[in-house]
């Protein structure tokens, strides 16, 4: 009976400057708290991150995952001058794939995922082209939403590219399994020459200048899907015209264009060799130098 007379009864003016008081008091106190809050953050943050994290060890570390990013509506290309060569880079998986209800990262090994070091080496070879003027990179996808294949392809041919190159990770069930294989453009595509010229440039960087085993005949292969939607591979000197599919993203984007497996994520000298920052930022010096051997 107390406690519901005191609800009813109506406040008097020192009752209410009393209340007043308390809830001036209250949110002091909670501003003084949040700014704690915020310079504790701050501090622990410079001692974490003042440095860039992937080089602060001796050890190589993985490629960290991207931090949350704008919701990506659709591709965009650095609007291309007159004489400019657009070239459009597809990092391979990323976003939420509707079709399996998760992020699609790929393949993933060792807390390594496939789509964080697709983006890491894109996003550093779109930044190597956008800052030659020669170029006017396309980065078909920045790993905020899905985009199939078809997608991107449309994208890259939306945009004019004379070259497209999709990066990707591959993984096996054996931990032995190493080495890249650059899928070209197949001989039933009019981009098939230009493909394979691509390709071996990418293919012999990668093996002189990172040492990693080339798998097939050169490195450059072509990739079919059967009736039964099985992979069927073939080697780049099999120049048989088969009417099979290959990758999506090599069929429809009407340019010249590679899908590298640039190496084994499953395998740890391979996942050595192209999964650190390092590792990224030399693949992509090393696809910018294939493509401006590829123009020249």
């Known amino acids: 009976m ?15 400057r009393r209340c007043r008081r308390k809830r001036r008091a209250k949110m002091v106190r909670r ?7 915020l310079l504790v953050s701050g ?53 939420i794939n509707p079709n399996i209800g998760a992020e699609d990262w790929g393949s993933e090994a060792d807390g390594v995922r496939e789509s964080d070091v697709t983006l890491c080496t894109a996003q550093l070879l779109c930044e190597k082209l ?30 004019g590219a004379d070259l497209l190159l999709s990066i990707h990770l591959n993984s096996d069930a ?16 009019a981009a098939n020459a230009e493909s394979v010229r691509f390709g071996r440039l990418v293919t012999a960087a990668f093996r002189d200048q990172l040492g990693l085993t080339l798998r097939g005949w050169d490195g450059v ?11 069927v591979v073939a080697e780049s000197s099999d120049t048989t015209v088969r009417s099979d599919p290959t990758f999506t993203v090599l069929e429809d984007c009407g340019c010249p264009a590679v899908l590298v497996e640039e190496g084994f ?24 130098q294939c493509i401006i051997d590829f123009f020249e």
Do not use: W
């Open 2 to 16: 107390v406690t519901k007379t005191a609800r009813t009864r109506q406040p008097t003016r020192e009752m209410q």
């Open 31 to 37: 501003l003084l708290y949040a700014a704690a809050v």
């Open 43 to 95: 501090a622990v943050a410079i001692v974490l991150y003042g440095g860039s994290p992937l080089h602060a060890s001796a050890e190589p570390q993985p490629v960290a995952a991207p931090a949350d990013t704008p919701v990506q509506e659709e591709p965009t290309a650095q609007p291309a001058a007159p004489g400019q060569y657009v070239v459009a880079i597809d990092p391979g998986h990323g976003g």
């Open 130 to 159: 956008a800052a030659d003027d020669r170029f006017a990179p396309l980065l078909t996808a920045d790993g905020s939403t899905y985009l199939k294949p078809s997608e991107r392809a449309a994208a890259a041919k939306a945009a």
């Open 174 to 189: 054996s931990a032995a399994t190493n080495g890249l294989e650059c899928y070209a453009a197949p001989p039933a595509l």
């Open 221 to 231: 292969r072509y990739l079919y899907f059967d009736a039964n939607n099985a992979r």
């Open 265 to 288: 994520i499953t395998n740890a000298s391979d996942r050595a060799a192209l999964c650190t920052d390092s590792a990224c930022e030399q693949a992509a010096e090393l696809y910018y």
